[in-house]
T-cell receptor
Framework: DARVTQTPRHKVTEMGQEVTMRCQPI?????VFWYRQTMMQGLELLAY????????DSGMPKDRFSAEMPDATLATLKIQPSEPRDSAVYFC?????????????FGDGTRLSIL | TQLLEQSPQFLSIQEGENLTVYCNSS?????LQWYRQEPGEGPVLLVT?????EVKKLKRLTFQFGDARKDSSLHITAAQPGDTGLYLC??????????????FGQGTILTVHP
């Protein structure tokens, strides 16, 4: 089965450091989503790409977060500088936007801890 | 902003019991998806309901979409320990830039004791 691949699976770093999370969407999918999951807030949408173009990043703190898709096989989410409140599990998901009601396929996440 | 209220937040039951999880919103969704998430993994789709009033069954799980497409429920019959996990409902945006976006409920953590 095709899967969304996320790296790294775990990241522990100190406050102020840059963090880069990577995602390889399922081949052929034309939408990519970045989510953040915490116990308090649940799953929050951070950014949404279609055909590599950003469609919506309103859920993302713009001053420190950035999301890009350098090519169709790679999506990145960067935090600079990182803060303890950024500690969470970050999920990438991919799917087909042009097929209504199709599921999103999630990776297994990056568990981020900022000390 | 579309919101989905999911309840209960926690559910702890004995094997063999029945349970229902609810998802409610004041917004209309084009479809409602239910996901299950296990520790250390991403959510995995269980089912998508599209038509108002639609009922879908997946073994012991029954999913229903409200007539007005604003609410949904998940009913599990004779729960088993293997059903333990986090259950998430997600509403799909109806159009424009919302098309393809999902709004997730807070989730229900289900624990089924042997």
């Amino acid at each position: 089965d095709a899967r969304v691949t996320q790296t790294p699976r775990h990241k522990v770093t100190e406050m102020g450091q840059e963090v880069t999370m990577r995602c390889q969407p399922i081949l052929g999918h034309n939408t990519v989503f970045w989510y953040r999951q915490t116990m308090m807030q649940g799953l929050e949408l951070l950014a949404y790409f279609r055909n590599r173009a950003p469609l919506d990043d309103s859920g993302m703190p713009k001053d420190r977060f950035s999301a890009e898709m350098p090519d169709a096989t790679l999506a990145t989410l960067k935090i600079q500088p990182s803060e303890p409140r950024d500690s969470a599990v970050y999920f990438c998901a991919s799917g087909f936007r042009d097929r209504g009601n199709q599921p999103q396929h999630f990776g297994d996440g990056t568990r981020l801890s900022i000390l | 902003t579309q919101l989905l209220e999911q309840s209960p937040q926690f559910l702890s039951i004995q094997e063999g019991e029945n349970l229902t999880v609810y998802c409610n919103s004041s917004s209309v969704f084009s479809s409602l998806q239910w996901y299950r998430q296990e520790p250390g993994e991403g959510p995995v789709l269980l089912v998508t309901v599209v038509t108002g009033g639609e009922v879908k069954k997946l073994k012991r799980l029954t999913f229903q979409f409200g007539d007005a497409r604003k609410d949904s429920s998940l009913h599990i019959t004779a729960a088993q320990p293997g059903d333990t996990g986090l259950y998430l409902c997600a509403g799909a945006g109806a159009g424009g830039t919302s098309y393809g976006k999902l709004t997730f409920g807070q989730g229900t953590i289900l624990t089924v004791h042997p």
